[in-house]
C-alpha cells in the first residue's frame, strides 16, 4: 500500500484538536493568518460515525487520486511558530473521492468546509505524544520534500517511519491500535467497517423533520443522485451459509419464519447478523453469528 505523508497547518487549538470542527471565532482567527485553508485541515481526525473525512491542501499529488486505498502520514509545517515539524497521527484504507462540501454541520454551514478522502475511524489514529524533527525523520539527512503539500514515501522509508511512530505512542489501546493499522498498510490484514457511507447525516436529518411542520411536504419530482463510496470486510461465505442453514428459516430473534422466499438460497429469508460488530473487533464465526429476519436485524441495528 502506498503511504504519503501531508503537511499541513498545525491545529492551534492546543492538546489535538483535530477531533473537533471550528466555531465561526475560530475559522475566522485562523484564517486571516494561514498560509494554507485555514480550519479544512484542522478536523482530519473526526469521526462521523465510524467515519473520517479527511482534508488534502492544494496541489497535492495527482498519484493520491488513483483509486487505490493508500495510508497517509500527517505531519506540520515546520515553517510554523508554534506546533511546526511534528508528526501528529497516520491513516489507513483511505481513498480519495474528490472535493466534496462538508454538510450537516449546523451552525457553522456557513464556513463552508470541504473535504477529499474518507478512511476508517478504525485505521486512523493521532498520537499520544507528536514526534518532533517531522522533516528530517520522512526526508532523511539529504531528502528533498520538492514543491506542494504532499509526499509519498520510498520503499525504503515506508518501515523506518512507521517504527519511528512507534515512540509516539503511550497508551495501550493506541497501541493496539497502530498494530492494526500497520498490518493493514502491510497488506495483512483486511480491515475495514461494514457499512462505511460517504453521506451518514440522513438519519439526523431525519430526526429534525420529525420534530418540524410537515403540512405542506412535496418532495423532489427529479431527485438528484450522489456518489456513495463502502468500505467492507472480506468475510467467510461458509460462516453465513452454515448460520443459514442451521437456522432453518426460522429468525433467532422473534422464533418467526422469514417473510418470504429468497431466490438465493431457497429458504425463508433472513439476514446474517454479527452479535459482536466486525467494526467493533467481532469475530467473523459461527459462534458471533446469528440468523434474523428484516425486522428483528433492523431492531438490533436502530432498535433500543
Not at 220 to 240: C, G, M, T, W
Request: charged content about 25%.
Amino acid at each position: 500500500m502506498d503511504i504519503f505523508v501531508v503537511r499541513l497547518n498545525p491545529d492551534t487549538r492546543g492538546n489535538l484538536p483535530y477531533t473537533k470542527y471550528p466555531t465561526v471565532e475560530e475559522y475566522n482567527s485562523i484564517h486571516v493568518s494561514s498560509p494554507m485553508n485555514g480550519f479544512h485541515e484542522a478536523i482530519n481526525f473526526k469521526s462521523e460515525e465510524g467515519v473520517i473525512r479527511g482534508y488534502l491542501p492544494p496541489r497535492h499529488l495527482i498519484s493520491m487520486r488513483s483509486g487505490k486505498p493508500f495510508a497517509l502520514i500527517t505531519i506540520t509545517a515546520s515553517t510554523a511558530r508554534n506546533g511546526g515539524d511534528l508528526i501528529v497521527g497516520i491513516q489507513a484504507g483511505c481513498k480519495y473521492v474528490g472535493e466534496k462540501p462538508r454538510i450537516g454541520l449546523g451552525n457553522i454551514k456557513e464556513l463552508r468546509l470541504i473535504w477529499h478522502y474518507l478512511c476508517p475511524e478504525s485505521l486512523s489514529l493521532l498520537l499520544d505524544k507528536p514526534i518532533p524533527n517531522a522533516r528530517r525523520i520522512v526526508l532523511g539527512n539529504n531528502g528533498n520534500w520538492g514543491r506542494g503539500p504532499t509526499f509519498k514515501l520510498d520503499k525504503d522509508s515506508k518501515e523506518k517511519i512507521l517504527d519511528k511512530i512507534k515512540s509516539g505512542l503511550i497508551v495501550e489501546k493506541s497501541k493496539i491500535k497502530y498494530k492494526k493499522i500497520k498490518d493493514y498498510i502491510n497488506e495483512k490484514l483486511v480491515y475495514a467497517p461494514e457499512e462505511l457511507e460517504i453521506e451518514s447525516s440522513f438519519d439526523d436529518d431525519i430526526k429534525r423533520a420529525i420534530a418540524s411542520e410537515l403540512d405542506n411536504v412535496k418532495g423532489n419530482l427529479a431527485p438528484s443522485q450522489k456518489e456513495v463510496i463502502s468500505f467492507q470486510y472480506e468475510r467467510d461465505p461458509r460462516v453465513a451459509a452454515f448460520v443459514l442453514k442451521k437456522a432453518n428459516g426460522i429468525c433467532f430473534g422473534c422464533k418467526n419464519k422469514g417473510p418470504f422466499i429468497s431466490k438465493v438460497t431457497g429458504l425463508p429469508y433472513l439476514e446474517v447478523h454479527h452479535v459482536k460488530m466486525l467494526k467493533d473487533g467481532g469475530e467473523d464465526t459461527v459462534d458471533n453469528t446469528v440468523a434474523l429476519c428484516p425486522n428483528c436485524h433492523r431492531k438490533r441495528h436502530y432498535g433500543q
